[in-house]
């Protein structure tokens, strides 16, 4: 099948209580190992580009690795996504240049001006057949080129006017979750009897608020990695440095799912997974040089980690 929109599957996870996958993509290993294990569990699937994967890896060649795994995995919808645009003419390159849904995190500005930017990019790309969905509330830590030291949660009151105004088709709010592998800093944590990090939980109360002013509508989580301690552990242990590494709980995640989430954002956990593998590996066999003898493994804990979260933490599996 084609690329599709996420209109579909979001009103059929809502109605289901699962979420769908939104991982991020930046090379053709990334790719494979996400479609692969979503072909396989029956799944659909968001894959989406940042401004800095358009940056690192190109417009066309993100388009056309994308197309090459629709054909590759004919039996499940693929949406084409672009991750935290921050601009009109970004959102419209992509939109322009075949992508299916674009994100326009206007949550840097005042409510005022995200709504009149947000509402700008939902009439173009309406107008071309494609989703938008916005942001309200901003989320801490570092991905990509989005940074923000101190996040600020989603305010429920504001949402009925944001989402009425704009014409956004889904809503990504700030519930404590936040981006990269540092989600939460030791002091906000306390430690099980293992003496790893357990963070503070997501603010459930706010996510049901929101609920309630948008009954039926898809609601995003952003920053929702649960940086695996088993690939920190890897890293560090072949030459890496990532101590207190922590993300968030899957069994927060999955209770998110259960509610009016439908989209969860994963990114640091294929990172991990990938440089884990490739420190591993050159640790091992100091000898190999060739790209394919690292990269083979790598991809497949990257669809390890994918099929994991597609039938323990999103509950999407079987859900094509």
């Known amino acids: 099948m084609p690329l599709v929109t996420s209109k579909e599957m979001f009103e059929k996870a809502y109605k289901g209580g699962y979420a769908v996958g939104a991982f991020n993509v930046n090379n053709m290993e990334i790719v494979q190992g996400i479609t692969e294990a979503c072909q396989e569990e029956k799944a659909p699937v968001i894959l989406q580009v940042s401004k800095g994967a358009r940056a690192y890896a190109n417009h066309t060649y993100l388009v056309k690795l994308v197309e090459a795994a629709v054909i590759e995995c ?7 996504h672009l991750d935290h645009g921050p601009d009109f003419e970004t959102c419209k390159a992509c939109i ?3 992508f299916t849904s674009v994100m326009i995190d206007g949550s840097s500005h005042s409510f005022e001006d995200n709504i009149a930017l947000t509402k700008k990019v939902v009439e173009y790309a309406h107008d071309h057949g494609v989703v938008v969905e916005g942001e309200l509330g901003t989320l801490a830590g570092i991905e990509d080129e989005v940074s923000h030291a101190v996040g ?3 305010r429920p009151e504001e ?11 889904s809503l990504a709010i700030a519930i404590g979750t936040s981006h990269g592998a540092y989600k939460f800093k030791p002091e906000q944590c306390t430690r099980n009897e293992k003496g790893i990090l357990v963070p503070p939980p997501l603010r ?8 309630k002013k948008l009954p039926g509508f898809p609601i995003v989580l952003h920053g929702s990695s649960s940086v695996p301690q088993e690939y920190v552990k890897m890293v560090n242990d072949f030459g890496g440095k990532m101590p207190d590494a922590v993300g968030v709980p899957e069994e927060q995640l999955r209770e998110a799912a259960k509610l009016a989430v439908c989209k969860i954002n994963i990114d640091s956990d ?15 066999h100091p000898e190999k040089f060739d790209p394919r003898e690292y990269l083979k493994p790598a991809r497949a804990n990257i669809k390890e980690i994918v099929r994991h979260k ?3 933490v999103l509950g999407c599996a079987g859900k094509a």
């Open 74 to 80: 004919p039996d499940i919808p693929v949406v084409l």
């Open 96 to 98: 322009d240049g075949g």
């Open 152 to 154: 600020s949660y989603t």
């Open 159 to 169: 949402v009925e006017e944001f989402v009425s105004k704009t014409g956004v088709d």
């Open 204 to 211: 459930f109360d706010i996510l049901k608020e929101v609920s």
């Open 270 to 284: 294929l990172r991990l997974a990938m440089t884990g593998t490739i420190r591993k590996f050159f640790a091992e």
């Open 310 to 312: 597609l039938v323990s």
